[in-house]
């Protein structure tokens, strides 16, 4: 079964930093543009930064210069690398997978993150 399954969220000071891991399974990982959303309590979820096959990135205007998204297709496994951490970013962040220019099809689990002193 498909399973996309998030960890290395938790608590951290301002200006800290963050390693969010997503691993994949049952997905032919290479073919699939991988994603980090974010949504914080009542909010709308938002796109962090996406990832295409061949390394494409894109990113939400307010974590750019912040936050690296990267792949390693050999351990089907996303990451987002998080600096600088502001009490803003506090959210669960969601992985998914898509094909192409479609929606996302499979969503993990999330994983929170919280941002406070």
């Known amino acids: 079964q498909v399973q996309l399954v998030e960890s290395g969220g938790g608590l951290v000071q301002p200006g800290g930093s963050l390693r969010l891991s997503c691993a994949a399974s049952?997905?032919?990982?290479?073919?699939?543009?991988m994603g980090w959303y974010r949504q914080a309590p009542g909010k709308q979820r938002e796109l962090v930064a996406k990832i295409t096959p061949g390394g494409s990135r894109n990113y939400a205007d307010s974590v750019k210069g912040r936050v690296t998204i990267s792949r390693d297709n050999a351990k089907n496994t996303v990451y987002l690398q998080m600096n600088n951490l502001k009490p803003e970013d506090t959210a669960t962040y969601y992985c998914?997978?898509?094909?192409?220019?479609?929606?996302?099809?499979?969503w993990g689990q999330g994983t929170r993150v919280t941002v406070s002193s």
């Open positions: 998914n997978a898509a094909l192409g220019t479609l929606p996302p099809q499979y």
């Open positions: 049952g997905i032919t990982f290479t073919i699939y543009a």
